[in-house]
């Protein structure tokens, strides 16, 4: 083994490096110094997204360990730019006095959650694999409760470590019944012996629900509400689309590469997954208050829309699942930003409480309500299209019925997203929210999004990009 | 540049003033030069349209443009007009610019209505101008949602319930179409999008029988058909004048022209297969719609209802199969276009005088606003299909063109839908008689003042329309029925 093999990490090696300059200057650095740390934090993980934007060729390195795919460095891409989007959001709450004193810890546990993900992404065996997913879920607990004062934070902790860890077991356990019945864990070789056994269907559905659980799937998804409303809202906004969004394309590739022997077994699981999820998240969406509950049900909802990718098994859907993850990322941390500032500003969560809000914080209702249209799938917003692919791809396997139950569902989900711009827009309120001002980060944060929700849809160029570096079954 | 794409920029840079106006001036002027030279350019493109065809130009679209844009899926951003389209053209430019005039002294927060009229004002040119079925997609969405926040925020009684059914149902409605949309793109062999293309591709007839039904309700449930109808009294009923106006105008008209351009026109077989439930059902929206205007008080609800009734008949006459119901179907699309939108303008003028729309607490406002309920007789009669005004030029046609159907079903069908002009003159004479002559029922009324300026103009732009139809019918039903002729499956 030469060490050139380590050149194929350098995404890894440059986010390492990025975050040993952090531990090293938040250690040593002078108190005046310090306040700059924000600021140099996003700038130096904004060059390490840079230096990554373009995908390298595709490779292979310590002995099939570690693959690298076009598409995996594309979707590292969008969780870079999802993380320095959550990054500049996360200024106030970081600089508010209970969270001051850990703030140089936060960058560390983030950007080491962010390294699993990548971990997962470039796995070509399964340990490799399972050594990413646990480096992605146990600091995440941590971010979960590092409000860790507050009672629902504390739990939000608890719920997820628990959780995690559970799911991890039982995905294992089903990687040892993988080991058990075919004697290697190379994703390259084990297509080769895949064959259909009753053993290797139980070892496919343990290890899945792993996924599952990660991205929070009905009936796996009960930890989902209660963490989200608990942790603090950026780690909430980081929890919803990165790690969710990695999760999702981890989940497609393993089963398109390993698992394409498997196709009927596990298109059979997704089918009656995809139906659960969207249709029972819809439902209760429609009775939260809480806009963070709220918003866990939604995302648990576009999760069963990401899935439509997944189970169409084509190249259509790889793109298309990619695609929808960019976009129901850009609109989801668009509606965290603006929740994100108002909370911190006023402490207000509830629907009741956006009441009238346009009166009073025009630009920031704006901004929320074509989130809400984009996660909503309402045209010339960014999330129409990516709907539309992702049911053009289902519905190329001939899987109409369900594009059809997913379509209905979409009313449900538009119903919930306007009784939000309902809220803002016309009911009445006398005591509304106050103006609030936002920081520069929020505000580029905020800029960013929308330019995203708008232009993401109207210009191909970046959908058709995607289409170059896909592969199906 | 395709000039056809003028009709989409023009709304667009409308919109982008929008955002930067200040007070009510500026943006009285944006929206009043950019929906004139919208109409100038609705009517200069049907003079060049009938000159290209008086030149012997045969092609089934003129001055089509196309440019690959999602080319993984086939999708163009392609444009071009027929004659069905050019009358629709014209009908939502004439709607849009009187629209206009009618909000011309909205007071609640009047940058983000007309920012929301702009809006529906893209999608629906951009409806009438794609030949390209994403596209049009596209474009139809984009005129389904504004409507939810200016029936919301600027609308009057149980807004928000009505608001909120509109929406959803009409979204309802585009999910069906959404997948029938899919269906027929892979169905036809997943090589193109655009709708001509689409044709000459045969479709399998199993699937044409489950594709048809859900792009024919998709769209029907726009055109008020039976029994997805019951958004549209709610949402006429509760949205201020001027969507009043665009939504029953040229909204509903876009369900109507979907119908065709879509359902008929790319799965004729299912069509002729299916077409016995779907008339039962549009036959009831005529009947049924005209019945439940007589009992209505509200003066929106009759409209509503009678909308409802007059755009079943659009409807019906589409699955009539004909070239000559066909005709008339575009025909009565553009006459009830004109004739209910003046309708609306007329009520929300005579809301705002009396504040009440209720006709029990109204009546001789033929001595106080003797222009206004002029205007209210000359809508009445061309609903009721007076000679010489556009209602009976339309219904003419679909009747004589229905009846060539010979077999028993259509012809039985086609005499209860002719039932229907006897109950619509019903309840267009007796709001009329209540209404405008009869006693003056409220004494404050007698201080009532007629229309204004901008009123008068919005309503004389709208007579003239419906006469120059009415009497010189010919222009238009030649243009529309040659391009009937020359899509037509026979």
Redesign the interface.
Known sequence: MGYSNFLFLKEELSLIAVMVILLVYDIFGSKKSLNYFHPVACVLFLAHTLLNLFPSEASEAFGGMIINTPMGDIVKTILNVGTLIVLLQARNWLHSEAVLIRRGEFYFILFSTLLGMYFMISSGNFLMFFIGLEMASIPTAVLAAYDKYKHDTAEAGAKYILSAAFASGLSLYGISLIYGTTGTLYFADLPAHIDGSTLQIMAFAFFAVGLFFKISLVPFHLWTADVYQGAPTTVTAYLSVISKGAGAFVLMTILYKVFGNLIDEWRTICYALIVLTITVANLFAIRQQNLKRFLAYSSISQAGYILLGVISGNELGMTSLVYYILVYMISNLAIFGVIGIIEHRTGKITINDYNGLYKTNPRLSFVMMLALFSLAGIPPFAGFFSKFFIFAAAAQEGFYVLVLIACLNTIISLYYYLLVVKAMFINKNDTPIETVHSDAYTRISLVACTIGVIALGLISAIYEQLGTFSFGI | MNFLSLFVLIPVLMLCGLFMTRNMKQIRWICATGSSLLLILAAVLTFMYIGERNAGNTEAMLFTASAV?????N?HYSIGVDGISVAMLLLSSIIVFTGTFTSWKIETMPKEFFLWFCLLSIGVFGFFISTDL?TMF??Y??AL?PM??LI??WGTGKK?YA??KL??ML??GS??L??GI??I??ASG?STMNLLELAEQHIPEVMQRWIFPLTFIGFGVLGALFPFHTWSPDGHASAPTAVSMLHAGVLMKLGGYGCFRVAIFLMPEAAKELSWIFILLTGISVVYGAYSAIVQTDLKYINAYSSVSHCGLVLFAILMYNETAMTGAVMQMLSHGLMTALFFALIGMIYGRTHTRDIREMGGLMKIMPFLAVGYVIAGLASLGLPGLSGFVAEMTIFVGAFQNADVFHRVMTVIACTSIVITAVYILRVVGKLLYGAVVNEHHKQLTDAVWYERFAVIVLIIAIAGIGLAPLWVSDMIHFSVDSLWPF
């Open positions: 844009w999602y080319a993984p899926l999708i994403f596209m474009f969405e984009i949602i939810y926040l919301g925020v928000e608001a909120m929406t959803l979204m309802g999910a069906l959404l997948v899919l269906g793109y892979f997943a």
